[in-house]
């Protein structure tokens, strides 16, 4: 029996994608690559830290409306 060797892509929020893009003036691929880490500096950092707590916001929102709705 083989193994499958099929890659796992992260997928991206493209709505945080846009912010960012909008807030930070730089191509969404740089925006990809400073997420996953491939991309080292001030920026990316600022970028990453962005990313996640736009991310958690935007979680805490929905399980909000969640409980709201139930």
Known sequence: MEKSNTKIYKT?????LEALFLKY??????IRQSISGT???????H???????????????????IEKTL
């Open 12 to 16: 991206f929020d493209s709505y945080i």
């Open 25 to 30: 003036g730089v191509s969404k691929y740089y």
């Open 39 to 45: 991309v080292k500096g001030i920026t990316p950092d």
């Open 47 to 65: 970028i990453k830290k962005d990313y996640d707590t736009m991310e958690k916001i935007r979680k805490d929102i929905v399980t909000m409306l």
